[in-house]
């Protein structure tokens, strides 16, 4: 985490004088080649195309219909530059999407919309979420999608539209944007469900022992609570907008579905919240116990240190200097001293193991 930050920091300098809008990647490069894909549909027909280069993709020229071009990896300025070309893309929307640190948001330029997005990941690998920047372009007839990678969350979608399923194809691509949209927040849900099992697992581990590691897991979990909540509150701003039917890109159709994405985001954001006061919880229970081992080892401690006071006292009293003591020159004083200091201190040792003092 802290090599990301520095990396981001180090990436934010290069930007510095630098003129609005100009195109300098700002983020880490997830894939090792820009490739741009495009599907092309209308209620009867769909066409799909890869571009191996740019000079294939200035040479191609798109029919009717709905358009959908994606592109993957975003560390190349100047495939954005052809695609702002092509769209006639605001400057300040390219320089948006190089840099892959972008809060959900969405902007009106007039002839398109543009959003952006996170998208978070499960990793089962290294147990952590990744989060992802996706830019959404939405025009009257054509959608854009900008990813840092091929993660492959939109598959589905494009299967939908191969398979003609829900007459995805008829809908137009005010429809497209909105499922894309879905994708992004359902896939809040699974990431909810895989940090709410790991807070429960982790609780039910604390509750048995506390080892070394758990908090260092804890803070871990409050790190990606805290980065999930970045993604899903501004994104619900976004959608909020979008339904409220402030913006002319969407149909009164599509509306409902938008209702229904902003529901599953404040869902999203209770069952966050609630995570988050489990989370914290967890962090008293682990403070507790922690107390409760010190409290434990010093009592003993403490235990220890009376059982020997009698037996320091009895040698004190026998280390004064005066010449006439009582079994002072006895044969048997010594061993009547170790007696005195054995007594007392087993008797002190069974009153406290009455009191349960020694558990």
Do not use: C
Not at 7 to 14: G, I, N, T, Y
Not at 119 to 139: K, M, P, R, T, W
Not at 209 to 238: F, M, Y
Not at 330 to 355: C, D, K, N
């Amino acid at each position: 985490m802290r090599n990301g930050m520095r990396k981001r920091s180090r990436s934010r300098s290069k930007k510095i004088g630098m003129p609005p809008g100009a195109l300098v990647h700002l983020g880490e490069i997830k894939t090792a080649q820009s490739t741009i894909s495009l599907i092309e549909y209308d209620a009867a027909r769909l066409a799909e195309k890869k571009f191996a280069s740019l000079a294939e993709s200035r040479a191609y020229q798109p029919g009717a219909g709905t358009l959908w071009l994606n592109v993957y990896g975003l560390h190349e300025p100047e495939v954005l530059t052809e695609v702002g070309r092509r769209f006639n893309l605001h400057p300040l929307v390219l320089e948006d999407i190089l840099n892959t640190d972008q809060r959900p948001k969405v902007d009106d330029y007039g002839d398109y919309l543009y959003l952006v997005a996170r998208f978070l990941d499960y990793d089962s690998a290294s147990q952590s979420v990744n989060s992802e920047q996706v830019s959404i372009v939405l025009g009257a007839n054509f959608v854009l999608t900008f990813q840092e990678r091929p993660t492959g969350a939109f598959d589905p979608l494009r299967e939908r539209l191969r398979g003609d399923r829900g007459q995805i194809r008829a809908l137009g691509a005010d429809y497209l944007a909105y499922a894309l949209l879905d994708i992004v927040v359902d896939r809040y849900f699974v990431m909810l469900e895989k940090t709410a099992e790991r807070a429960e697992l982790l609780e039910d581990e604390m509750l048995g022992k506390v080892t070394p590691g758990v908090l260092q897991t804890i803070h871990h979990l409050r790190r990606e609570t805290l980065n999930l909540r970045r993604a899903v509150w501004p994104l619900r701003e976004v959608i909020n907008t979008l339904q409220r039917g402030e913006s002319r890109f969407f149909k009164a159709a599509t509306l409902p579905y938008l209702r229904d994405i902003y529901d599953h985001t404040v869902h999203v954001i209770e069952s966050l919240e609630a995570i988050r006061d489990q989370i914290a919880g967890l962090m008293d229970i682990y403070f507790s116990s922690i107390s409760y081992r010190v409290n434990r080892e010093v009592r003993l401690l403490t235990v220890i240190a009376i059982m020997f006071m009698p037996a320091a006292l009895i040698a004190g009293v026998f280390g004064m200097n005066f010449k006439i003591m009582p079994l002072l020159d006895s044969p048997a004083g010594f061993f009547v001293a170790l007696g005195l200091m054995g007594v007392i201190g087993l008797t002190v040792g069974a009153v406290f193991w009455r009191r349960r003092l020694l558990d």
